[in-house]
C-alpha cells in the first residue's frame, strides 16, 4: 500500500469513529497509520494535510499509529508516496528510513553547527547566512536549497530528528558522538 492508500483508509476509519463514537471504531482508527503530528505533510486536521501532487520531489516525512499502548513508526515519502515496508519503535528510525529514501548518502554527510535562530527577523537572516556561508561548502551542492537534510552532533536526551529545522526545510538529523559517519569522508589507506 503507498501513502495515499494508507491515509485514505485511516480518514474512512475516522470518519466511522465519528459517526457512532464506539470504543472499538475509535480504536480502529488509532491503529491505521497517519502522518506524525509535527512531521512534514501533517497539517492540522484532515483539510490542511498533504495530499498527491503537494510536493513535486521526494520528501521525507514519518507515519505513527498506536498499538495497545506502544506507538510505532515508519518512513513516507509525500512526493512519491513509497512507504517503509519496516516499522520501528521510534519516530528517528522512521526518519531514517524516509532519509534513506529521499536523500541516500545522508549518513555520510559531515555534521555542522545548527543553524541560527536569531533575536529577530534581520538578525536571524544575517546569521543564518553565515551560517550556509560555513555550511553550504561541506555539503553536495543543492543539498541546503533542496531540502536536504543536515546532521548536528548532540547528546541524550537532546537526540530526536527534527524536521523542518533547516531554513529550506530539511530535517536536522541528530548525531550521537561516536557515530562514524563523518569518518567515511576519511579513508584509511
Known sequence: MNLWDLLAEADRLSDVWRQDHTEES?????RQWDIAITCPGAGIGRDERAE????ARCTPTVLARDDDW????RGACLGCGWVAEDERETENGGAEDAHDHAWPGWRWIPEVPR??????????????????AKAAPLLPP?????????????????????????PWGGYDMASEEGETGQMMLFPSA
Open 26 to 30: 475509535r480504536r480502529a482508527w488509532r
Open 52 to 55: 498527491p501532487g503537494d510536493y
Open 70 to 73: 506502544d506507538t510505532r513508526y
Open 115 to 132: 543553524p541560527p535562530s536569531g533575536e529577530g527577523p534581520r538578525e536571524r537572516d544575517k546569521a543564518r547566512e553565515r551560517w550556509e
Open 142 to 166: 543543492g543539498w541546503l536549497h533542496g531540502g536536504g537534510p543536515i546532521r548536528t552532533l548532540r547528546t541524550a536526551p537532546g537526540t530526536r530528528h527534527v524536521p523542518q529545522a533547516t
